[in-house]
């Protein structure tokens, strides 16, 4: 079975056959290289989607999203990324059915979807911050002292303002639930404050409620049946019927008056204004 | 014998490529991407013999490579043999490969169904001139000969596809296999000698059909 035992005519043969399996390379698909830099992380793939604010620009990688921002030009989307973030970016063949489905439902305001997100390069601090905004319920807000007092640096309250400036995915991360520590809706960087009214109006707040609530000096509600204070967003404190709401201009005000802070909201974490 | 010798350049390349990648993994590793999907790719598909599955496995196999690198230190990445090395990752993809549930919620989907190439389609090879008709007889043989090989027995198919589709050299294939040259010597003659049993249905081999009457007679 040797090439000895059956040279010299095995010998050719073999050699012929070895020429054949010689032609067997292929070419790449040219799909192969992109779909691999993006699978890693190096480069990203991009798909306008709805949002309660019209179509924004979904940008994301095999480590997960990576930047949302405003429709405009797709050629200023990509001049954008290109600059913060410095990958190359480039519009989405198609979109995996899942993954459509998660976005649309995070861009919808529900952050139960699972949906990896891709932070890479940004401090510590601001993913503490976006992390701790994630936990703000659909339908609430908190105020920026209450982020800072929550991620343990209470003296923060600016630094966390500009980190929610920079998040680099609004509506994925609903930098939008977080308001001004007096109660006013304050600003936006997903297109100014309109676009924040809309989104928290769409998840079902009153934003001129909230506002004249907090022009009133109310920062706090507290129920008479139960003893116990809120934020007054907090799902707990729209259960207290109207007769038994308390209202408490401040913390101090509320524990004074013997009631405790409420488990979820804990505004005590607000309590630095 | 060696048709497919591996270029002399190749193993200086690959360190200074692997140089490169301990340097710098983010900026380099688009350019082992681009150096070595070809081989990548055409080891998946003769191993697996479907081009979509090809494609998806030559993916996994750099995802997989690109995250080991990231672990890696810069002294251990400098002392890769990096075709051998990713060689051994794509096999070991391509041996675990079975059918998936579905998609990570991430994962790239790069084509949509339907429009799948033929197998032949990405040959590389057989584009070398001559008239149409040789061009398509050409073309014709390879796909029969890529039936064959994806045919044998994975053991056998490893060696074949590294030996004489890539052009390893054995030293290179004993690091991608992990098994010593002379065993590996002995399963790509096996292979060659199968291949050889397989094709004999086959009219119009390249080889003189009395020569090959010869050789079974003598293997008998």
Known sequence: MTARTAAPAATTEFAAIEAALATLSARAPATLAPATLVAVGLADEYVAMPSPIGDVFVAWNGRGVSMVAGATEAAEFEARFRDDVGRPIRPAAEVAPRLRRALERRLAGDRRAALPLDLRHRTEFERAVWAKALEIPRGEVRPYGWIAAEIGRPKAVRAVGSALGHNPVPLVVPCHRVVRSDGMIGQYSLGGPENKRAILAAEGLDPDGLESLARAGVRFIGSDTTGIYCLPTCHNAKRITDRHRVPFRSAAQSVAAGYRACRECRPQSAAVA | ?220
């Not at chain 2, 688009?30 to 496995?57: C, K, S």
């Not at chain 2, 990445?77 to 993809?93: A, C, D, K, S």
């Open chain 2, 1 to 220: 014998m060696d048709l497919h010798a591996t270029p002399p350049t190749s193993t200086s390349s690959d360190s200074a490529l692997a140089a490169a990648l301990a340097a710098d993994l983010d900026t380099t590793f688009e350019r082992l991407v681009v150096e070595q999907q070809d081989r990548l790719y055409t080891i998946a598909l003769r191993m697996l013999g479907d081009a979509r599955d090809a494609e998806e496995a030559a993916q996994d196999a750099f995802v997989r490579a690109y995250r080991a690198l990231a672990g890696y230190g810069a002294e251990r990445t400098r002392e890769l043999r990096l075709r051998g090395w990713l060689t051994t990752i794509l096999l070991n993809v391509c041996r675990n490969r079975v059918r998936r549930p579905g998609p990570a919620l991430l994962a790239i989907d790069r084509r949509g169904p339907g429009d799948e190439p033929a197998a032949s389609d990405h040959l590389a090879s057989t584009d070398v001139g001559g008239s149409p008709h040789d061009a398509a007889l050409r073309r014709e043989a390879a796909v029969r000969w890529a039936r064959l090989v994806t045919a044998l027995p994975p053991l056998y198919r490893a060696a074949v596809v590294l030996r004489h589709v890539d052009g390893l050299s054995y030293a290179e294939m004993s690091v991608a296999l992990g098994k010593p040259e002379g065993t590996l010597k002995a399963q790509v003659h096996r292979g060659i000698v199968m291949l050889r049993a397989a094709a004999e249905p086959f009219e119009d081999l390249d080889t003189p059909r009395a020569a090959r009457t010869n050789v079974q007679e003598m293997t008998a």
